[in-house]
């Protein structure tokens, strides 16, 4: 594959996301918002005598629910982000999900921070061993960490990761 086509197909994979996230946030939440409110109305407000005595008109049934529906819906998102376990289930997958998990972001991270821990790492071991302060099990140790961030650098992964993922 050559690198005109890579950058098409994540230009391509890239507005797939955010079509995906403009319509599920923003257009389908106000279209089912008002749908619901439509439907509930017609098909029970208006077919039960008490209620549309209460909500003679639809725009003072859809304040109403607005009113209480809006601090509602908050509370049970909150409900959901503090004080249940199914978000943390979420952000568990999320983060088996990431390959960042397992490899360096782009950006400042892979190009200053890991090649600066990589070579501070080096300076130390060195100025260890020049000291006789090093066991043979630390020596190993430090040499499979200067591994693993080699490899990071690189652009490789480490740890585990579900799959391993092309960018």
Same mark, same amino acid.
């Given at each position: 594959?050559?690198?005109?086509?890579?950058?098409?197909?994540?230009?391509?994979?890239?507005?797939?996301?955010?079509?995906?996230?403009?319509?599920?946030?923003?257009?389908?939440?106000?279209?089912?918002?008002?749908?619901?409110?439509?439907?509930?109305?017609?098909?029970?407000?208006?077919?039960?005598?008490?209620?549309?005595?209460?909500?003679?008109?639809?725009?003072?049934? $859809?304040? =109403? @629910?607005?009113?209480?529906?809006?601090?509602?819906? %908050? #509370?049970?998102?909150?409900?959901?982000? &503090?004080?249940?376990?199914?978000?943390?289930?979420?952000?568990?997958?999320?983060?088996?999900?990431?390959?960042y998990i397992?490899?360096?972001?782009?950006?400042?991270?892979?190009?200053?921070?890991?090649?600066?821990?990589? $070579?501070? =790492? @080096?300076?130390?071991?060195?100025?260890?061993?020049? %000291? #006789?302060?090093?066991?043979?099990?630390? &020596?190993?140790?430090?040499?499979?960490?200067e591994g693993?961030?080699?490899?990071?650098?690189?652009?490789?992964?480490?740890?585990?990761?579900?799959?391993?993922?092309?960018?």
């Amino acid at each position: 594959m050559n690198l005109g086509s890579i950058a098409t197909l994540r230009l391509v994979y890239r507005a797939w996301y955010y079509f995906r996230l403009g319509y599920s946030t923003y257009l389908t939440f106000l279209l089912g918002y008002f749908s619901t409110l439509v439907t509930v109305y017609y098909l029970a407000v208006k077919n039960m005598p008490p209620l549309l005595d209460l909500f003679p008109h639809f725009l003072e049934f $859809a304040v =109403l @629910a607005t009113v209480v529906g809006v601090p509602l819906a %908050g #509370g049970i998102g909150w409900i959901h982000l &503090k004080r249940s376990r199914l978000f943390s289930s979420e952000q568990d997958i999320s983060v088996e999900a990431n390959p960042y998990i397992y490899k360096l972001q782009p950006g400042w991270m892979k190009e200053a921070w890991a090649p600066v821990m990589l $070579a501070q =790492l @080096a300076m130390l071991r060195r100025l260890s061993e020049k %000291g #006789g302060l090093l066991t043979d099990s630390e &020596k190993k140790e430090i040499a499979e960490l200067e591994g693993k961030m080699e490899t990071l650098v690189k652009g490789g992964y480490v740890g585990s990761p579900r799959r391993e993922l092309s960018f």
